[in-house]
């Protein structure tokens, strides 16, 4: 979280309204200076299951969700920035795939919501399964929607990138598991887009993802070029393909 008031109470309301009830959820503040840190601190004093932390200087989001990753005890491991949402039976899908099939990574579709939680009628539809392989080329889990199994993978802390560090996560979570991750088709999270976010400055991207290959992976200057090559035909002809227009 950093100065989300506005939003962070829908969040976490959007976890503890989980028909899966057997969770907890550690709230991890990276040096707001708005009325963040208030509002969820109410949340984590009537709520044994809801843990705060907070950093005394920001960070960055590598560093905030390392922490958040560090102290969870479950055996699963989910992710959700503190301006997006789950839909109520995220993780009681999620969960009962993963016991189910044995697998040890798994995501699904989300949907695009405006600052003000209206629909944009946008959706990004999940892979049936997606490889260690393939997602090298493009990241195809959103963030909101992945979970891993981290009795079976060992905590994954990511490294220090601005932009573009939760890709390198679910790269290594796929290279640990050996298995493919399973897709769920139907909309599980809803994105919300935020004007001058990192996400919306499509400018700096191709930037972020290089550095993805050269500093999160260590490639060589030109294997990450190669790459990035890839990248830019995966991301136009194979990813767009995945963003569906609603009605």
Same mark, same amino acid.
């Given at each position: %979280?950093?100065?989300?008031?506005? @939003?962070?109470?829908?969040?976490?309301?959007?976890?503890?309204?989980? #028909?899966?009830?057997?969770?907890?959820?550690?709230?991890?503040?990276?040096?707001?200076?708005?009325?963040?840190?208030?509002?969820?601190?109410?949340?984590?004093?009537?709520? #044994?299951? &809801?843990?705060? =932390?907070?950093?005394?200087?920001?960070?960055?989001?590598?560093?905030?969700?390392?922490?958040?990753?560090?102290?969870?005890?479950?055996?699963?491991?989910?992710?959700?920035?503190?301006?997006?949402?789950?839909?109520?039976?995220?993780?009681? !899908?999620?969960?009962?795939?993963?016991?189910?099939?044995?697998?040890? @990574?798994?995501?699904?579709?989300?949907?695009?919501?405006?600052?003000?939680?209206?629909?944009?009628?946008?959706? @990004?539809?999940? %892979?049936?399964?997606?490889?260690?392989?393939?997602?090298?080329?493009?990241?195809? &889990?959103?963030?909101?929607?992945?979970?891993?199994?981290?009795?079976?993978?060992?905590?994954?802390? #990511?490294?220090?990138?601005?932009?573009?560090?939760?890709?390198?996560?679910?790269?290594?979570?796929?290279?640990?598991?050996?298995?493919?991750?399973?897709? &769920?088709?139907?909309?599980?999270?809803?994105?919300?887009?935020?004007?001058?976010?990192?996400?919306?400055?499509?400018?700096? !991207?191709?930037?972020?993802?290089?550095?993805?290959?050269?500093?999160? !992976?260590? =490639?060589?200057? &030109?294997?990450?070029?190669?790459? %990035?090559?890839? =990248?830019?035909?995966?991301?136009? =002809?194979?990813?767009?393909?995945?963003?569906?227009?609603?009605?």
């Amino acid at each position: %979280m950093y100065n989300n008031e506005a @939003v962070i109470e829908e969040t976490i309301n959007s976890v503890i309204n989980q #028909t899966y009830t057997n969770w907890e959820l550690i709230l991890v503040d990276d040096a707001s200076s708005d009325n963040t840190i208030t509002l969820t601190k109410k949340y984590s004093n009537i709520n #044994t299951r &809801i843990k705060f =932390f907070e950093h005394p200087k920001n960070k960055g989001a590598a560093e905030a969700r390392n922490l958040g990753t560090k102290m969870a005890q479950g055996r699963y491991i989910a992710f959700l920035d503190a301006d997006d949402l789950w839909k109520e039976n995220k993780l009681e !899908l999620q969960t009962n795939i993963l016991n189910t099939n044995k697998s040890d @990574v798994c995501f699904g579709s989300y949907e695009h919501i405006n600052s003000n939680s209206q629909p944009l009628h946008k959706r @990004v539809e999940a %892979m049936h399964t997606l490889t260690h392989k393939k997602i090298l080329k493009a990241n195809y &889990i959103g963030n909101l929607t992945g979970i891993y199994n981290c009795e079976k993978l060992g905590k994954i802390f #990511t490294k220090d990138l601005k932009k573009r560090q939760d890709w390198l996560l679910w790269i290594e979570a796929l290279k640990r598991s050996k298995k493919p991750a399973i897709g &769920i088709s139907e909309t599980i999270a809803y994105y919300r887009n935020s004007e001058g976010s990192l996400s919306s400055n499509k400018s700096n !991207l191709i930037k972020h993802n290089f550095n993805v290959y050269r500093k999160g !992976l260590g =490639f060589s200057y &030109i294997k990450s070029l190669v790459y %990035m090559i890839q =990248f830019l035909y995966e991301h136009l =002809f194979v990813k767009t393909r995945l963003i569906k227009t609603l009605n």
